[in-house]
C-alpha cells in the first residue's frame, strides 16, 4: 500500500499556504474525501485546519489508528465532535482564525448551517477554488501514480478483442472487462466534484446506445439499466458492423487516467473510419497547441474550428441540445479538475496540468466515434501519459462460442 510521503505533502501545503494569504484567509478547514487525501494522505473521517501559516492539525474521528498509520503529518488527534475543533485549535496553540475558508462548493447546506452555528463569529469564506488550484499542477509523485494507472488502461484495452464476440450484452462484456482492470489493482471508485454526477468505471457502449444522451456531464450517455442509473452498458446485444465505444477511467492510488478506444466486429462504415480520423486530427492539433499560457477556452475553439472544417459541427459533442461544450477536462484524485477546455474558460494553462482530451462526433441511431487520452502540459505542448494506439480496433470474430 503506498502512503503519501511528508515531503510531498509538504509541498501542496506550502503552495495552498501561499493563496490562502494571498485570499487574506488565517486558513482552511477541510473535509472532503478527497481534499483530505491530498493535504494528509488518508481518508478516514477527519477534519484537517491548514493555517495560512505554520503546521496543518488533522483531527480524526473514524478511524484514529489509521489516520495516524497513513498520514505522514506530524500532528494528528483524535476529536468526537465539529464542535470541538476550536478548542483543539487553542490547547495545541493556533490563534482562531477571523476568515476561515471551506469547501462550500461540495459541503451539503445543512452542514454549513451547522457550522456557521458553531464557528460564530468566523467569516467563512469559499477555498474550493485556492484548493482545485492547488491541485491542477501534478508533481513528479503524482505523475508517477498517473503513469500506474495508464498501464491499468492499457492492460485493460488489451483485453478487449478477447471478449468482444457478436451476440454478447454490452454490461456482460464491460463486466470482463472491468475484472481485468479490477484485477490489474483499479481501486473501484471514481470520484466527481459536480454534485449528482457518478460513475462506475466507464462507459461501454454499442451502436445506437452510444448516441442516447444522458444527465451526465459527457459527450456520451448511454441508456444503462434502468432509470435510477440511467447511463452506461445497457443488455443490448453487440452486433458486427457498429461502433463499440470503451470509455473507462481508470484509477490507482486515487489517481486518474480517462481514455476512450473504438472497437468493431468485421468493419466500419467509411464514414465512420473517416470521422474517426479527423477526431484524432483534433485531438492531435489540440495536444500540440496545449502549452503554458493558453487557456482552456482557447483550445475548445481550436477543437470546434477544426470540427466545422471537416462538416461535423453538427455532431461534435453530442446531438442538439445535449451537446456538451467543452474537449476535455482536468483530471486527477477527480475526474473533473482544473482546468477545462471549455467553451469561456479564461484559466491559462500551466506545465505540470494534467487533461484529458476528448473529441467525439456522435451519429443519430449509428452511434459515436472519437478518442480520449490523458496528458501533461510541458513547455513544447501535451505529452501523453494514457497508452496504446488511436486506431480503430477491428476484431475478427463474427459469433459467439
Known amino acids: 500500500m503506498a502512503y503519501t510521503p511528508k515531503s510531498e505533502l509538504d509541498a501542496r501545503t506550502a503552495k495552498f499556504q501561499a493563496l490562502l494569504a494571498e485570499s487574506e484567509l488565517d486558513g482552511a478547514l477541510i473535509i472532503q474525501n478527497a481534499d483530505l487525501y491530498y493535504f494528509a494522505g488518508t481518508t478516514q473521517q477527519s477534519h484537517l485546519y491548514i493555517p495560512h501559516d505554520g503546521a496543518p492539525l488533522l483531527m480524526t474521528r473514524k478511524s484514529f489508528p489509521r489516520a495516524r498509520a497513513e498520514s505522514a503529518l506530524d500532528c494528528v488527534v483524535p476529536f468526537s465532535s465539529p464542535r470541538e475543533v476550536l478548542g483543539i485549535l487553542q490547547e495545541r496553540g493556533y490563534a482562531l482564525p477571523k476568515r476561515m475558508g471551506m469547501e462550500l462548493d461540495v459541503l451539503p447546506a445543512n452542514t454549513f448551517l451547522s457550522y456557521r452555528e458553531i ?66 489493482g483499479h481501486q473501484g471508485s471514481v470520484k466527481f466534484r459536480l454534485w449528482n454526477n457518478d460513475m462506475f468505471y466507464g462507459h461501454l457502449m454499442a451502436g445506437k446506445s452510444a448516441a442516447m444522451p444522458s444527465y451526465l456531464s459527457s459527450p456520451t450517455g448511454g441508456p444503462g439499466l434502468s432509470p435510477a ?173
Open 119 to 184: 464557528f460564530n463569529g468566523i467569516e467563512l469564506v469559499d477555498a474550493s477554488p485556492l484548493i482545485r488550484k492547488t491541485r491542477a499542477v501534478k508533481s513528479e509523485y503524482e505523475l508517477a501514480a498517473l503513469r500506474r494507472a495508464a498501464l491499468i488502461g492499457e492492460k485493460t484495452m488489451r483485453a478487449m478483442p478477447n471478449y468482444l464476440v457478436e451476440g454478447i450484452s454490452e454490461i456482460e462484456l464491460a463486466g470482463k472487462l472491468e475484472a481485468i482492470a479490477r484485477g490489474a
Open 229 to 401: 442509473f440511467a447511463q452506461g452498458s445497457s443488455k443490448r446485444k453487440i452486433r458486427r458492423g457498429e461502433p463499440i465505444l470503451f470509455d473507462y477511467v481508470f484509477v490507482t492510488d486515487g489517481y486518474i487516467v480517462d481514455q476512450t478506444r473504438i472497437f468493431a466486429i468485421g468493419k466500419l462504415p467509411d464514414k465512420l473510419m473517416r470521422a474517426h480520423d479527423a477526431m484524432i486530427e483534433i485531438q492531435n492539433a489540440v495536444a500540440s497547441a496545449a502549452k503554458p499560457g493558453i487557456t482552456g477556452g482557447e483550445l475548445f475553439q481550436l477543437a470546434v474550428n477544426l470540427a466545422r472544417q471537416h462538416g461535423y459541427e453538427e455532431n461534435f459533442g453530442g446531438l442538439g441540445s445535449d451537446r456538451i461544450n467543452f474537449v476535455g477536462h482536468g483530471v486527477g484524485l477527480e475526474l473533473d479538475e482544473f482546468p477545462f477546455l471549455a467553451k469561456g474558460h479564461t484559466m491559462p494553462l500551466e506545465i505540470g496540468m494534467v487533461i484529458a482530451i476528448e473529441p467525439k462526433v456522435t451519429f443519430a441511431k449509428v452511434g459515436t466515434v472519437g478518442i480520449e487520452n490523458t496528458f501533461v502540459v510541458t513547455e513544447r505542448g501535451a505529452k501523453r501519459i494514457s497508452r496504446g494506439s488511436d486506431e480503430i480496433v477491428i476484431v475478427k470474430k463474427t459469433v459467439r462460442p
